[in-house]
């Protein structure tokens, strides 16, 4: 009799490792090195110092989230949610500047430890792990004050052993996140992940499910001040911008040159929808920019470059935003607004726009994506291939669902 061989049991785990990340070989042998030094150092650490009993109630709660604006607005429906279930802890985020400068007036945190990652603050390698870099220095200084807080409750939705790193460092008393990437031996609560739902505000909704916590809010429900919604009015009126007008933005920039689809070519795309289409077209420079001759009638489109909040407050007008991959993107999904994002080297599965009427314009076919903005070719083919005419039907389709939505409540009034 031949004996049968059962196929060992499915870890939900390890195939996430082919839906939620992408790990090469050189990155899991450097992984493999870093969990071979730090394991004996953590379990000798963890048996001489006293366990701490696990409280039922939860009066503090540490997040993670040390990295860009895009990252800050996919965290704001975990934290919704955590808000709604905790609504007695005192939630403390240890986030980067831009993320507090997002989400502070959002109530979604009581207090804000802000910190600087050595590996956030540049994409050139070297300059990551810098170890002459005074970001280390400040970053164990900040560690220690936290370490003494003693957390209940620390959280990260990030699939990287370094955010584990840095959860197993502030010693809270349970450590939350997922151990695919890495590190699973620092954390206390490895989470399991959602094989079906990967895009990156799933996969940190998902850490309320694991503490058995159902989902009560799925929206950013992101809110504006007074003073922005008064700066919103005042600038609509001096530009010119009725009421009833459909208003694309366009917005150009990206803050990592691999994911910029080029001016010219959204100038040709701004061009086709103000021929085709009855819209008032915003155009928002970056920070550094400088004005690009569009051809378009002056009457039709105004040029506009604001700091953040300023941005956040003129954008919440548009009824849909062109841009490339980035974190205006992700404002305005986390505002409601319909999203046309041209894709490149990243995962659209992962940080696409949100919305039932967003789209994500990309070429498929690249097997090389995501390289993270670290192309092995001497340009972005994949986000060089795609062209003006893809984005224009992409839009086109978005402005013909959407239709006009001031117009709409107008008729509706008036019925």
């Known amino acids: 009799m031949t004996r049968q061989v059962l196929p060992p049991p499915f870890d939900p785990a390890r195939a996430a490792l082919g839906a939620l990340v992408k790990i090469g070989p050189l990155k899991k042998a450097l992984i493999a090195a870093f969990q071979a030094v730090c394991y004996p150092l953590v379990r000798l650490v963890e048996s001489v110092a006293a366990a701490k009993p696990v409280r039922a109630k939860v009066d503090s709660i540490l997040v993670l989230q040390p990295w860009q604006l895009g990252d800050a607005l996919l965290i704001l429906p975990f934290l919704r949610n955590l808000r709604l279930h905790f609504p007695e802890a005192r939630i403390c985020m240890l986030a980067s500047d831009v993320v507090k400068k997002t989400l502070e007036q959002q109530g ?71 151990g695919l990437g890495g590190g699973s031996f620092l954390l206390t609560d490895p989470v399991t992940p959602d094989l079906v739902n990967v895009h990156r505000v799933d996969t940190w909704l998902n850490l309320i499910k694991h503490l058995g916590l159902p989902i009560l809010q799925n929206e950013a429900d992101f809110r504006l001040t007074e003073e922005q919604q008064e700066f919103r009015f005042l600038r609509c009126r001096e530009l010119g911008i009725s009421e009833d007008e459909f208003v694309v933005g366009i917005h150009p920039g990206a803050r990592i040159p691999l994911r910029k689809w080029g001016n010219e070519n959204f100038a040709e795309v701004a061009r086709a929808l103000s021929r085709d289409h009855r819209v008032r077209i915003l155009w928002f420079l970056g ?93 972005p083919y994949c986000l060089r291939s795609v062209t003006p005419q893809m984005v224009v039907s992409a839009a086109s389709d978005v402005i013909d669902e959407v239709g006009n939505p001031r ?4 008729e509706v009034r008036e019925t």
């Open 407 to 410: 117009t709409k409540a107008t």
């Open 287 to 379: 920070p550094y920019e400088e004005y690009q001759e569009t051809g378009i009638d002056p009457s039709i489109i105004s040029y506009v470059q604001l700091p953040l909040a300023q941005f956040m407050a003129m954008l919440s007008r548009c009824d849909l935003l062109i841009s490339n991959d980035s974190g205006p993107m992700h404002v305005a999904c986390a505002l409601g607004i319909p999203t046309v994002a041209v894709f490149g080297p990243q995962e659209p599965a992962w940080y696409g726009p949100t919305g039932k009427n967003s789209r994500a314009v990309y070429r498929p076919e690249y097997w090389c994506r995501p390289c993270f903005d670290y192309c092995i070719f001497d340009e």
């Open 108 to 178: 979604v945190a009581d207090e804000w430890i802000t910190v600087s990652l050595p590996w956030v603050q540049s994409h050139s390698r070297w300059k990551k792990y810098n170890p002459f870099s005074r970001l280390w220095i400040d970053l164990w200084r900040i560690l220690s004050a936290v370490r003494r807080r003693k957390f209940d409750l620390a959280m990260s939705g990030g699939i990287d052993v370094r955010d584990n790193f840095l959860l197993w460092l502030t010693r809270a008393n349970r450590r939350v996140s997922y």
